[in-house]
């Protein structure tokens, strides 16, 4: 048991390395880009509302995230800037590809165990 901790330990340590704060970035626009740069939260705008956010799959995996900010949508997610940085409410927990599990806060991904 205590070479899996170490484990689990040594990979927290590992995204800690390359973590980088994401940075939020409105982009007017009905579709979500193919392609986000690293380290960008795109605030996607249209008819002057925010509708969604989209971000690359922090783990990694290639897949881009998109979540809705529509308040009539099932589920979605509130955003906020705390100190200028991007935070999202509720948690990010992906039931398709890699199935990863994240909050979004102040501008950093922190892991749920």
């Known amino acids: 048991m205590r070479v899996m901790e170490w484990l689990e330990r040594a990979w ?22 193919e392609q986000i740069a690293r380290g960008e939260l795109l605030r996607m705008i249209d008819v002057g ?16 995230v998109e979540l809705s900010l529509s308040k009539v949508s ?3 997610w509130t ?19 890699c199935r990863s599990h994240y909050w ?3 501008g950093q991904v922190h892991w749920v165990p």
């Open 49 to 64: 509302e925010p509708w969604a956010v989209a971000m690359n799959c922090p783990c990694g995996c290639g897949e881009i």
């Open 12 to 33: 927290g340590w590992v995204r800690e390395f390359f973590r980088r704060d994401l940075r939020l970035v409105d982009i007017h626009a009905d579709e979500v880009p």
């Open 104 to 106: 979004v806060r102040r």
């Open 79 to 97: 955003l906020r800037l705390e100190q200028g940085k991007p935070t999202l409410s509720p948690s990010v927990w992906r039931n398709v590809g």
């Open 74 to 76: 099932k589920p979605h």
